[in-house]
């Protein structure tokens, strides 16, 4: 019964909201601010939004599909779990959009800066996804929203957070909390999807076809995002910035998967990105018994 009760309403209260949340303002430190080496330089303001509407809209997505899969759960337990989700992904829907707001965006202007810089990649990456929620196809749904776009956006984040530890801990600390919630949601599509394909196993090809094409979607988003002549300049820019600053023992320098984000070129992190989340996949995919499928590289 364990892992059931860590589906439930009270053991979501006790971990997140009165747990790693408490005393905090949309994600981050009360009173912690956007870097002023940001606010005033327009080329990495204008990364940071496109940064911040990438996960705006991937977090749209995970809203719209873990309340789109409550009513077609085939179990309490299930629905009661999608329920927190929910809420968690509502609130990583209203921390990411605060700070598009923090970083100058109107909230009249919101709309259509996400419809500007949203990458055309993720956003067919989440219509695949929606349209089995659409279908009410409970299996497949888990699938793409708690095995493959929360195993990204995990990810996703954890490099974010190591990247920007230093230059924005205001950021930074909002990312601890999504990474969090991440992995509570992952460990809950691991355990369902397990005992789905034993009952279900006919829908294995299907499955692993849906893993293969928002994969590749997903691939193409990183490159979208990581090829400009704009993203190569903004780390050179950081890197600048980061060293003027006078150093700050409370600050140490951070890594992931063995590397200083911050140290690298844009091509070496969407390698490290790219191979990192498809080895998770591959790791995750063998453990409930799915066989990776590769995509085709963007």
């Not at 809209?57 to 779990?81: M, Q, T, W």
């Not at 980061?242 to 890594?255: E, H, I, L, M, W």
């Amino acid at each position: 019964m364990g892992f059931l009760q860590n589906y439930s309403i009270q053991h979501w209260l006790e971990s997140c909201p009165q747990g790693y949340l408490e005393d905090t303002y949309y994600g981050h430190h009360e009173g912690e601010v956007e870097p002023t080496a940001l606010l005033e330089d327009e080329l990495l303001r204008n990364q940071a939004i496109g940064t911040s509407v990438q996960l705006v809209v991937g977090e749209r997505a995970a809203l719209a599909a873990s309340s789109g899969l409550i009513n077609c759960a085939p179990d309490h337990y299930s629905k009661c779990f999608l329920s927190t989700q929910t809420l968690d992904e509502a609130r990583h829907v209203e921390v990411f959009t605060h700070r598009l707001y923090d970083l100058g965006i109107k909230k009249a202007d919101l709309e259509s800066t996400i419809e500007r810089y949203a990458n055309p990649d993720l956003v067919k990456f989440a219509e695949i996804l929606l349209e089995k929620v659409d279908k009410k196809d409970f299996f497949a749904g888990v699938v793409g929203q708690n095995i493959i776009l929360e195993g990204m956006a995990f990810s996703v984040f954890e490099l974010l957070r190591s990247a920007n530890i230093q230059f924005n801990p205001k950021f930074a600390h909002t990312l601890d909390g999504t990474i969090a919630d991440e992995r509570r949601h992952v460990g809950f599509g691991e355990n369902r999807i397990g005992s789905l394909l034993q009952q279900f196993p006919e829908r294995k090809a299907e499955i692993e076809g849906m893993q293969r094409d928002m994969s590749y979607h997903m691939l193409a988003a990183f490159a979208g995002q990581l090829r400009s002549r704009d993203r190569r300049e903004e780390i050179k820019r950081v890197k600048e910035t980061a060293a003027q600053a006078p150093p700050d023992p409370q600050r140490t320098q951070s890594t992931w998967k063995g590397k200083v984000v911050a140290d690298l070129a844009p091509e070496e992190i969407e390698e490290l990105l790219s191979d990192t989340v498809l080895s998770e996949f591959k790791k995750r995919l063998g453990r409930i018994g799915l066989d990776y499928q590769t995509p085709t590289r963007p």
